[in-house]
């Protein structure tokens, strides 16, 4: 029986929460690692396939993301270690609703559509668990959010993700504090390339202080856990921080400065990756090839 080879280095898993800047932290990791040793759920194949694979494909993996709750490392042959991003809930809940608005792959786009639902209406509605305590949800290790009903989360998954956030987990970053949480990744995992441009931003939607005080009462109410949740993972956050010294307020200064200077560039790079190579040539090659045609 052929044994199976099994590498010792550790499998990097982004717990993606949505709307928390996932898509931007996606831009960096593949920045700092190949893309054939990355899974992202919902790309690369669900759940179930993730846990199909085999023993050799999965111990090729250096980064597995998307959105899956905790727990996924129980399906990898070797060691693994988490990191995510939290967003305060009142901010997430909103980004949610709007990405969902035009976003028509979203699970409530048709639904708010065909009626007509405001962002009060929709968190009414209780159709998508996720404005209900959604990074609870996750963090507690439900796989997809949706496994327990709208209005059903309790203080026991609380207590879990709190504690699977203490245990399991590298890096504990804030959507509010990116460019500091990109520097903590730097530190814990090796990586270097950080300079970003935002990605998946949700376009036109209202900031807070124009949406009535009523809606915002609304979407607080049903995230009284995630509210906790979030003060928790700002208080791990701020003790990675004053782990690394003195200097790493200088250090992300730094960072930012270099990324105001490089980020214009890197925002050509993923535009040019959304253009072919063919088509380029041939928009390169078409002038030239007029001019020395044949009369």
């Known amino acids: 029986m052929r044994r199976t080879k099994v590498r010792m280095e550790r499998t990097v898993i982004f717990l993606h929460i949505p709307k928390t800047a996932g898509n931007t932290m996606y831009q960096i990791i593949e920045r700092n690692c190949s ?64 990405y969902a608005c035009r976003a028509p792959d979203t699970y409530a786009h048709n639904s708010i559509y065909a009626n007509r639902m405001g962002l009060k209406d929709f968190i009414a509605s209780k159709q998508d668990a996720m404005v209900d305590n959604g990074q609870t949800r996750l963090l507690a290790g439900l796989e997809s959010g949706h496994e327990v009903g ?23 970053g804030l959507t509010e504090e990116f460019d500091a949480t990109l520097i903590l990744l730097k530190k814990a995992f090796g990586w270097q390339k950080l300079v970003y441009v935002q990605r998946n931003v949700s376009e036109n939607r209202p900031q807070r202080d124009e949406i009535p005080q009523a809606t915002l009462d ?52 993923w535009k040019a990756r959304k253009v072919s190579v063919r088509t380029m040539i041939r928009k390169w090659i078409q002038p030239w090839h007029s001019l020395l045609a044949p009369v």
């Open 35 to 98: 893309r054939k040793a990355m899974y992202v759920f919902g790309i690369d194949g669900g759940h179930d396939d993730f846990k199909c694979l085999s023993d050799d494909r999965k111990s090729e993996l250096r980064v597995i993301g998307g959105h899956a709750g905790f727990g996924m490392h129980r399906f990898l042959p070797g060691p693994s270690v988490y990191f995510t991003l939290f967003r305060e809930p009142v901010e997430r809940v909103i980004s949610y609703y709007y």
């Open 150 to 172: 709208f209005g059903q989360c309790t203080h026991d998954m609380l207590e879990t993700a709190k504690r699977n956030l203490r245990e399991h987990f590298a890096v504990v």
């Open 218 to 269: 609304a979407i607080a109410k049903v995230n009284v856990l995630d509210a906790e949740l979030y003060q928790y993972a700002r208080t791990l956050f701020e003790e990675q921080v004053r782990r690394q010294g003195p200097s790493f307020a200088q250090e992300v200064r730094d960072f930012q400065i270099a990324d105001r200077r490089l980020s214009p560039f890197i925002r050509l790079y």
